[in-house]
T-cell receptor, first 117, second 110 residues
């Protein structure tokens, strides 16, 4: 199957700093990628849909100025958590679909555990 | 709106026991249905899927049947192993977006 790689797998940062998380499709081009957030012992919540070459579409309640998404190429989407605070600590996961597979399988990155201290 | 509801966990079973994790969904149209598994400290892995009514997805001894009449996609396995201990997520997919259930933790004891 297709491979989606996320980096870093974990990061610790100080309050007030910004953190960038990368999501790459390694062996296919992804015009659309998705960013999810998972709180401890809870489900994944879709944060935003990242569209190559255009603005991301954010889900209701997600602060677009805090969670900056850039999808500058067909193989890379980035999520930047700006001015991070302890409540932003979470597990962030990206996913991507292969072209032409829009309603079947999504491939997930391994996730990034962010801890803000 | 569209949603997925799973049975609450944790589910604790002895090795070789029969497993059922219930999943029901609410959605307009005909979504695809999935089960994902998350092992500790890892991302999600697709376990199985079904794209239309009456389809049965199966993988690694796990099965689930897409039941449109009951809007269900229950996960079953005849004989669980300790290595099956993980969190299981039921999900539906429409227009490329995945909507997840709350997840069910499975603990299998030797």
């Amino acid at each position: 199957g297709a491979v989606v790689s996320q980096h870093p797998s974990w990061v610790i940062c100080k309050s007030g700093t910004s953190v960038k998380i990368e999501c790459r499709s390694l062996d296919f081009q992804a015009t659309t990628m998705f960013w999810y957030r998972q709180f401890p012992k809870q489900s994944l919540m879709l944060m935003a849909t990242s569209n190559e070459g255009s603005k991301a579409t954010y889900e209701q309640g997600v602060e677009k100025d805090k969670f900056l998404i850039n999808h500058a190429s067909l193989t890379l989407s980035t999520l930047t958590v700006t001015s991070a605070h302890p409540e932003d600590s979470s597990f962030y996961i990206c996913s991507a679909n292969e072209p032409g597979q829009g309603n079947t399988e999504a491939f997930f990155g391994q996730g990034t555990r962010l801890t803000v201290v | 709106g569209d949603s997925v509801t799973q049975m609450e966990g944790p589910v604790t079973l002895s090795e070789e026991a029969f497993l059922t994790i219930n999943c029901t969904y609410t959605a307009t149209g005909y979504p695809s249905l999935f089960w994902y598994v998350q092992y500790p400290g890892e991302g999600l892995q697709l376990l199985l899927k079904a794209t239309k009514a009456d389809d049965k997805g199966s993988n690694k001894g796990f099965e689930a049947t897409y039941r449109k009449e009951t809007t269900s996609f229950h996960l079953e396995k005849g004989s669980v192993q300790v290595s099956d201990s993980a969190v299981y997520f039921c999900a539906l997919r429409k227009a490329g977006k995945l909507i997840f259930g709350q997840g069910t933790t499975l603990q299998v004891k030797p």
